[in-house]
Nanobody, 126 residues
Framework: QVQLGDSGGRLVQAGDSLRLSCTIS????????MAWFRQAPGKEQQFVAG????????DYADSVKGRFTISRDNAKETVYLQMNSLTFEDTANYHC???????????????????WGEGTLVTVSS
């Protein structure tokens, strides 16, 4: 059974940095792309970033490009989301997700995700 465990969320101030982590078990990690989504209160799930199995290909939502960095350590079976220059608008519950497929074109669709982490809450105070 595939399981995702996301962590690292907490209350921070605007301008701060934070790193989220997601561990995965139950499948060969290096063979699969991974993604991060977020859901703010009252809003739909929003794509944040995606990364290929090798880590060579990444994709970002325009709203986080240049501030967030997705990376992975295949030896530790962990994917990270480094978030810098956080703003109030980044407040959300962040979920890591495993896509059904590995093509980067599929990363941005929430309904293309096979498995989700439970989420980790990031709250940015203005």
């Amino acid at each position: 059974q595939v399981q995702l465990g996301d962590s690292g969320g907490r209350l921070v101030q605007a301008g701060d940095s934070l790193r989220l982590s997601c561990t995965i078990s139950g499948l060969p990690f290096a063979a699969h792309s991974m993604a991060w989504f977020r859901q703010a209160p009252g809003k739909e799930q929003q794509f944040v970033a995606g990364i290929s199995g090798s880590g060579e290909t990444t994709d970002y939502a325009d709203s986080v490009k240049g501030r967030f960095t997705i990376s992975r350590d295949n030896a530790k079976e962990t994917v990270y989301l480094q978030m810098n220059s956080l703003t109030f608008e980044d407040t959300a519950n962040y979920h890591c997700a495993l896509p059904f497929g590995d093509a980067p074109t599929t990363w941005r669709a929430a309904d293309a995700m096979a498995t989700w982490g439970e989420g980790t809450l990031v709250t940015v105070s203005s």
